[in-house]
């Protein structure tokens, strides 16, 4: 839906004609925004994202996933936008490095904020979560994949545990993500938040 796409991986294009689409799905569906791009690019335009949102307050049967690297630009435009509680909003974060974007995302008015710590680079020992309400890490897949070491993990889960905020464990990544799985230390985890119910 308001897809943004990237021809030959740098220019980028708005699919107006999609925007609306989410309207015509009866069954209800959790449906991430922009799955190969970023909604909140700096040359998407406010109304373009408005619109979007608009949408996802017209169909409260479904929940909308929203994931960002542009989380100054997020911050910025939030108070324009409106907030219904099926909209959930995440920030990408790799290492330490970015940190701050979790500090953006605690001002944005989403019920449900979320962190997605895939592909995790690097140790997250010191990442605050407060105020967030979901965390997903995984490793990283494709042939020049980088690889993900379980202190990390076990870092990020045991930091969930502590603080009551669900822990979804992704992938292990590599460059057959499948034979790799996704248990960590005999778990299989699967947690989401609360409430899965798409209420305006």
């Known amino acids: 839906m308001g897809k943004v796409r990237y021809a030959d991986g740098f220019k980028l294009t708005l ?11 009866k069954k209800p569906r959790r449906v991430f925004v922009n799955s190969m791009s970023d909604l909140f690019h700096p040359n998407v335009p406010d109304d373009f994202i408005k619109r979007v949102f608009e949408t996802m307050r017209n169909a409260p049967q ?99 545990l502590e603080s009551k905020v669900p822990y979804f464990f992704k992938q292990w990544g590599g460059t057959n993500k499948k034979a790799s799985g996704r248990i960590l230390d005999g778990i299989t985890w699967d947690q989401f938040p609360l409430s899965l119910a798409a209420t305006s």
């Open 62 to 160: 479904h929940i909308f996933q929203v994931l960002t690297k542009r989380s100054e630009r997020l911050a910025e435009i939030a108070p324009q936008l409106s907030w219904p509680t099926n909209v959930w909003m995440g920030v990408s974060i790799e290492n330490m490095d970015y940190a701050f974007r979790a500090d953006d995302l605690r001002k944005v008015p989403a019920h449900v904020r979320f962190l997605s710590c895939e592909p995790l680079l690097g140790s997250l020992r010191e990442l605050d979560i407060s105020n967030l309400h979901w965390l997903i890490s995984g490793g990283e897949s494709g042939p020049k994949s980088r690889p993900v070491e379980i202190d990390w993990l076990r870092e990020l889960r045991d930091k969930c």
């Open 15 to 25: 699919q107006e004609d999609v925007i609306q689409l989410p309207l015509t799905w």
